[in-house]
Each structure stands twice: as C-alpha cells, then as structure tokens.
C-alpha cells in the first residue's frame, strides 16, 4: 500500500501559504505560486504515495481523478491519467493552473487565439519531476498529450479553484469556442487525515468485510 | 446514488465560519458552536445523502468513517455507525464535539472522574435530528451504545480538531486510563466537490471499469 504522507504534507503547506492571502484576494501572487511550486516538486520528486484507483487509465479517454479540494473551492488537486497515444481537446482554464509530471511524459502545445487560432512556439515535453504553470494573463489555451503510445502517463495538476467545476471552453480546430465543465471521474477521494499506527489493520478489515 | 450535496453545504458552511475565528484561536467562541450546531441540525434533518459505503457496519465492532477533515486539522465530520447491540468503551475527547443522530437511536452515558468514577446522570436519549454537545471544559467522559439489538444506527459527529488522530483516552470499569489513537476505518472519503452534470455518467464508467 502506498503512503499517502506527501500527499496530505502537500495540502497542508498549501492550505497555510493560503491563510496568509486575504480572503478578498481573487489572485494568488507570483511569490505564493512560486511556493506552491516548490512544494508540488516536492511531492512529485517520488512516484510512490498515488494509491492505485488514482492511476487507471480508461480504454477511450484519459481521466481526471480529483485528489483535494479546497472547502472554499480556492484550490484543487487533481490527477490526470493518460493511457497511451491519448491527448485532450484544446482547452483554456480560466484560473492558474501548475503541472507537475510524476510519471511517463506528456507534451503541452500552447495555442493563441486572436485572428488567427494556431499553435504558439514549440510544444513543451514534461518528464517527471517537470512543472509547467499555466496563467490565464499570459494566455492559457493548450493541448496536452501523452508522449508516449505505449504507456500510461501521470501528471498531477493544481489549480487555483475547484477547476472540475470551472465553467472553460474547449476549441475546435477553427478556433471555435465551445463552453464545458469538466467534473471528475471519482466519486471517492482518498483518506489523508489517518496518522493512526492500526489504519492498515483497520482497512484491511473494510476491504475483507 | 445519493446527492453529497447537504454534506458539501457543511463543510462549507463551517469552513467559511472558521475564516471568522482568529488562526491562534484554539477554542471556539459558543457563538460558533452554535452556529456549527445549526448547520449540523440542517445536514441530519434529512437521511438521504450519506453514501452507502460509510453505513456499513462490522460484526464485531463499531465504525468510524471520516467523511471530511479540514486541512488544517481543525474539524472533522465522522460517520459512527453501530450494529446491533454495538457499544464503545468509555472514552473522553480532548476536544469539543458534537454528536447528531442520523438513523435508529443511541443512548449516552456520562462518567464522572476523580475520587469515584462511576456514571453521572441519566443516560441522554439521541433520536434522528437530535443533537448532543461534548465540551472537555464540562466533563466530556462518555460511553454510546446503540440503542437497539435488532438494527443498525448512524450517527454524525463533528469535532474541533482531526478526532481520529487525537491522542486520548479509553477508561476501564475502575477508571484506570489508557491512551488511544482512533484512527478511522476508511482509505477513501467522499468527492463533495463535482458540480458537473455528467458525474453519474463518468462515475458509471469508472465503476464498471
Ligand atoms: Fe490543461
Ligand atoms: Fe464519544
Ligand atoms: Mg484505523
């Protein structure tokens, strides 16, 4: 079984990095991202506490499984799963967002919009440990795939709402916008708050009863 | 499948509550209590939204699922579920608490300590939509059955801090004290927070996955 001790250690930071913002403050300061992005590399330097209902892929589409969220809805963190060869529609995100690879690789291809809708620069290749932030300010419509077709791979994605019920667009190839909400394909998050020696014991029972 | 909403609505609520208390605050003010207390009536006025993984009982012993714990650890909602005849030992808390019957009935012994330990008062009857507080500051030595032998019985409890991690006591028929650590009997707590509209067909998925 994996320990879920990073995980919880990571919510916890950032929950205390936020009590120091003003509750009236919609934006989160450079400094308080940068914070948030040491803490995320952190968490992804070791690929050894996601429990395992939080890594399956599904055969059509990649998943989004909600890891935390905040109670005022100010933050979420959400894993993203690809299996292989699978990639998102172009998309926006309307709030900062940061990326940090944990496993496998993806690539990230920035999109303007503007007269013309096309690709911006090269796209972005994410080994793990990698961060990208997202910033709605510098423009934050992209596409991500996963870089490999053989495999499955695993970002961990933190945003600065509760981002699966974020009203955002999706695009079409013409630059098309089209409104969604995304949800989350889990109806259960993980337990972070058991520090208890007998937990295994405990559960093990649960999962046997 | 059972709308999360009244649950999501809680923690909220509380949580919004707790940005009015001062961070260095370790004792809630009454006046927040009761208004945790009102919106604790409100969440247990109706039975139709605790999902059906965290009302099962065990054999043997009764069970604590956490349903939520803030990330600063300073409340947490538990569903205590009791089989027929279940019984805790006597227990304090070290924290305030509040106890809301959900389904069926309990009943809760107080205990005095000092020079004689022995129960205080009548038993309290809890009925669906009753609510009982614990205060460490009034004695908050207890013993809860359930109050039938033929049928299962669920209360909601909310308490100032991470319960299942709190460091307290369990007392023998002589009042002899042993320390102990709860923990909770559950890896997986609700997702409370998708709004979307296509969450049951998504959660569909990963069920039949
Ligand atoms: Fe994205
Ligand atoms: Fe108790
Ligand atoms: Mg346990």
Chains 1, 2 share one sequence.
Request: net charge negative.
């Amino acid at each position: 079984m994996t320990d879920i001790a990073p995980l919880r250690h990571f919510v916890s930071g950032v929950s205390e990095l936020l009590m120091t913002v003003p509750n009236d403050d919609a934006e989160v300061s450079p400094l308080v991202l940068q914070a948030i992005t040491l803490q995320l590399k952190r968490l992804i330097e070791h690929d050894d506490w996601l429990p395992e209902p939080f890594t399956r892929p599904h055969p059509q589409r990649y998943r989004q499984y909600l890891l935390y969220a905040d109670a005022l809805q100010r933050f979420s963190v959400v894993s993203f799963v690809w299996g292989p060869g699978q990639t998102t529609p172009v998309h926006d995100h309307g709030v900062w967002g940061l990326i940090g690879m944990l496993r496998g690789a993806e690539t990230s291809q920035r999109w303007t919009q503007g007269d013309t809708f096309s690709p911006v620069g090269d796209a972005t290749h994410l080994l793990p440990g990698d961060i990208e932030w997202l910033l709605p300010q510098e423009g934050d419509i992209h596409q991500v795939s996963n870089a490999f077709d053989d495999r499955v791979s695993i970002s961990i994605h933190v945003y600065g709402a509760n981002i699966g019920a974020v009203k955002r667009n999706v695009f079409d190839e013409t630059g098309q916008r089209k409104a969604f909400i995304s949800g989350y394909d889990n109806r259960f998050i993980p337990n972070l708050w058991d520090l208890s020696d007998n937990v295994v014991h405990a559960q093990e029972e649960t999962a046997h009863a």
